[in-house]
Structure formats: C-alpha cells, structure tokens
C-alpha cells in the first residue's frame, strides 16, 4: 500500500493513501490568517504512487517536496505533481 506523508507549518502530519485526498487549509496553519483560504488546497494520490497538488484557494497556494527545497506556487485550479 502506497502511503503519502504529508506535514503542515504547525508540524502536524497528514498522511494519503493511493486513491485518497487530503483537503487542507486556514485551520491547518498556526496562525489561521484570513489570507489563506479555509479549503485553500487538495493533495489527491493516484493509485500508482503519484500525488498533486490542486489549488482551490483564492491566494497562492505554496507546496514543496522536502523542508529546505524551493517552493511552487500554484493559482486556482492549478496542480503540482510529485512521483
């Protein structure tokens, strides 16, 4: 079973199976500013091992593989992808 692990600015973990989602947003965030939408982004795994990510939010939505590597930024309806 393929499995995403997903940690948000608070730390917390997050965690995606192949064919799941995970929908994240304000309240996910240690400050929960107005700036960041409540529904701001879905991560959806597909059943081979890839996952996006989808911007549903107003702002920017901002992703990266790994702490320490360079961030995306997505627009509405726009996608990352990771393999």
């Known amino acids: 079973q393929i499995v995403w692990s997903l940690t948000g600015p608070t730390g917390g973990q997050y965690f995606v199976e192949a064919g799941g989602q995970q929908k994240l947003g304000r309240y996910d965030t240690a400050s929960q ?6 529904l ?11 996952a996006a990510v989808v ?3 107003k702002p920017l939505t901002g992703w990266r593989a790994a702490p320490g590597t360079p961030w995306q930024w997505l627009r509405g309806e726009n996608f990352g992808e990771e393999r």
């Open 33 to 38: 500013k107005a700036t960041v939408s409540r």
């Open 40 to 50: 701001q982004c879905v991560v959806r795994a597909d059943q081979h091992g890839g």
């Open 55 to 57: 911007s549903v939010g």
